[in-house]
């Protein structure tokens, strides 16, 4: 079956204007993930959904960044008055079930240059 | 909080040698771990996780992993390394609590042939 995917791959954008990301997970994934992916870094956690509920955004680095997830299905990630140290690379994830044990299935990523 | 320290940038092992990817971590709790290796311009995939009884754990590919519990460590291995196994190797916690995952920095596995 079909894996996460995800829209723009590429996204250049001049400093200030605002991004949408979206993410498609695998069908019937009840959890939703989104990191981000510094160069040369490990991806780290912004925010988590399970179904439609955003239970968890604590990693989001500023109010500028807000994520929605409203049929518990596509999540878009949204980036207003982007600014340079918000380039890196966005992934999306999902898994089958809530409980921790369940590994999460990663897209390929959005890259995002802020010039 | 938890953490993942992966403290070799680089691995360069000969091909058909046994390789090893050196993870330590720090949770609260029983930890799950897990491996991802991620190849240029792609997303992480999924190669193996530690939930919970044996401590020998394994995966896709061929590799495989140790929990060492003493040694808070999670080491993955393979015993014949291939060149297509270059790629960038990552490595991962979460504590039984928790969802998102904690990633250490990475390790570039290079394998000459």
């Known amino acids: 079956g079909a894996g996460v995917s995800q829209s723009p791959r590429y996204k250049v954008a001049k400093r200030g204007q605002d991004v949408a990301l979206r993410c498609d997970p695998i069908s019937g994934h009840v959890s939703l993930f989104w990191y981000q992916q510094a160069l040369g870094q490990g991806p780290e956690f912004l925010t988590y959904?399970?179904?439609?509920?955003?239970?968890?955004k604590s990693g989001l680095p500023s109010d500028r960044f807000f994520a929605e997830r409203p049929e518990g299905s596509v999540s878009t990630l949204k980036i207003q008055r982007t600014q340079q140290e918000d380039s890196a690379v966005y992934l999306c994830a999902s898994s089958w079930g809530q409980q921790g044990a369940y590994e999460q299935y990663f897209g390929p990523g959005t890259r995002l240059t802020v010039t | 909080a938890q953490s993942v320290a992966q403290p070799e940038d680089q691995v360069n092992v000969a091909e058909g040698n046994p390789l090893t990817v050196k993870c330590t971590y720090s949770v609260s709790g029983n930890p799950y771990l897990f491996w991802y290796v991620q190849y240029p311009n792609r997303g992480l995939q999924f190669l193996l996780k530690?939930?919970?009884?044996?401590?020998l754990v394994k995966g896709s590919y061929g590799f495989e992993a140790e929990f060492n519990k003493s040694q808070t460590s999670f080491h993955l291995k393979k015993p014949s390394a291939l060149v297509s196994d270059s790629a960038l190797y990552f490595c991962a916690v979460r504590d039984t609590t928790g969802r998102a995952l904690t990633f250490g920095s990475g390790t570039r596995l290079q394998v000459q042939p």
């Open positions: 959904f399970q179904n439609e509920a955003q239970l968890d």
């Open positions: 530690y939930i919970t009884g044996d401590n």
